[in-house]
């Protein structure tokens, strides 16, 4: 089973700029498709974007699409979220998962290995 953890939120002005890390450990990476989930207080965790185990194939909730950009390094066994042009609905844990197969999914439900999560909040 992998772990995985995330890290580089934080508090940042609506209009920029943050780049979120899941490092892996336990198993590589490079073995899981991999996503990022979002939970704002009061609301059901939601799904921002996946990668393919292989990084070719990518998928973005309509919210995100053309501002959040998912990468992953293998070979440093981890995958990154870069936000872009951030907004205050932005606001929320976000958190990285690891998924057993080799194509990103939006459910939750698929994956099998969580991180703690990291706050990310964007003022107006």
């Known amino acids: 089973q992998v772990q995985v953890v995330e890290s580089g939120g934080g508090l940042v002005q609506a209009g920029g700029s943050l780049r979120l890390s899941c490092a892996a450990s336990?198993?590589?990476?490079?073995?899981?498709?991999m996503g990022w989930f979002r939970q704002a207080p009061g609301k059901e965790r939601e799904f921002v974007a996946s990668?393919?185990?292989?990084?070719?194939?990518?998928d973005y909730a309509d919210s995100v699409k053309g501002r959040f950009t998912i990468n992953r390094d293998n070979a440093k066994n981890t995958v990154y979220l870069q936000m872009n042009s951030l907004k205050p609905e932005d606001t929320a844990v976000y958190y990285c998962?690891?998924?057993?197969?080799?194509?990103?999914?939006?459910?939750?439900?698929?994956?099998?290995?969580w991180g703690q999560g990291t706050q990310v909040t964007v003022s107006s």
């Open positions: 998962a690891a998924r057993s197969s080799s194509l990103p999914s939006r459910y939750t439900w698929q994956y099998t290995s």
């Open positions: 990668i393919s185990r292989s990084g070719g194939t990518t």
């Open positions: 336990g198993r590589t990476v490079s073995s899981y498709a």
